[in-house]
Nanobody, 118 residues
Framework: QVQLVESGGGLVQPGGSLRLSCAAS????????MSWVRQAPGKGLEWVSD????????YYLDSVKGRFTFSRDNAKNTLYLHMSSLKPEDTAVYYC???????????WGQGTQVTVSS
């Protein structure tokens, strides 16, 4: 069965950095686009970024462009979201999801909490 397990969240000061990881299993990882989606407290889901199957192209929400980098290691079935220059408005639960680019998001992880606060 498809499993997506996020890790790497935590509390960070404004301006700081974090790297989220997502370990995937149960499907052919290297053949699928993948995504990160977040949900801030009291708000709806917000797409953050997606990446094609090879990792050659990634797309970003305007507010995170230049600060977040989405990458993948197809040999390790793992995604990475490197987040820098973090702002309080980046505080959210971050989910990785199978799908993206042009494919629907059909499986989601359990999420990892990122809190940006001084």
């Amino acid at each position: 069965q498809v499993q997506l397990v996020e890790s790497g969240g935590g509390l960070v000061q404004p301006g700081g950095s974090l790297r989220l990881s997502c370990a995937a299993s149960g499907f052919t990882f290297s053949e699928n686009a993948m995504s990160w989606v977040r949900q801030a407290p009291g708000k709806g889901l917000e797409w953050v970024s997606d990446i094609n199957s090879s990792g050659s192209s990634a797309y970003y929400l305007d507010s995170v462009k230049g600060r977040f980098t989405f990458s993948r290691d197809n040999a390790k079935n793992t995604l990475y979201l490197h987040m820098s220059s973090l702002k309080p408005e980046d505080t959210a639960v971050y989910y990785c999801a199978k799908g993206g680019v042009v494919a629907p998001l059909d499986y989601w992880g359990q999420g990892t909490q990122v809190t940006v606060s001084s």
